[in-house]
């Protein structure tokens, strides 16, 4: 991905905006590193090397859904809940990989947000509000929503470019590379 190749040494390979984008990412306004850390971008990562006794899979609220004003979630997909069923648990969620982010919509653990703007709006609003039909509510009251989903403003040219640096994360030559495409489908 540019990203890589940026990180391996190519400083040509991320544009102006994608920089910003990638510090904005990493830094305390937007708050996305938290969740979304490490080689893949995503806390819940492991490998030959990472020590098994200090290693932590966190779970987040990210204020998705807020049923009842109680924290719920859709009873069909509660997360954690559905197998610890500690009601302090509904909408915990292990953080995805933004890894080729750019071409897995839609977004969220249900696919209920279309596109990376709308999921960038979502965190900016601090929780999504849904007006009317069985998942109303306001995300933004969760209370058990993680306390880095809290809202905070950005300017248009702060969200183009954190969403300029999510694309940077596509690997296209993996993505299309044919030894990595569907086994099962016919050629």
Sequence with gaps: SPYDRYYQGDKTALTQQQLLGFQLFNGEKFECFHCHGGINFSTSYR??????????Y???NNGLYNLNGDGSYPTDDQGLFDQTFNPNHRGFFRPPSLRNVALTAPYMHDGSIATLREVIDHYLRGGR???????????RLNPLKSGLVRGFSASEEEIAAVIAFLESLTDE????NPDFSNPFSEK
Excluded at 129 to 139: F, K, T, Y
Excluded at 173 to 176: A, D, G
Aim: no cysteine; charged share 10%; proline share 7%.
């Design 47 to 56: 490998d030959n090397n990472s020590n098994l006794g200090t290693q932590t």
């Design 129 to 139: 509000l849904i007006e009317n039909g069985p998942n109303a509510g306001d995300g």
């Design 58 to 60: 966190p779970f987040f």
């Design 173 to 176: 030559n993996f993505v299309n």
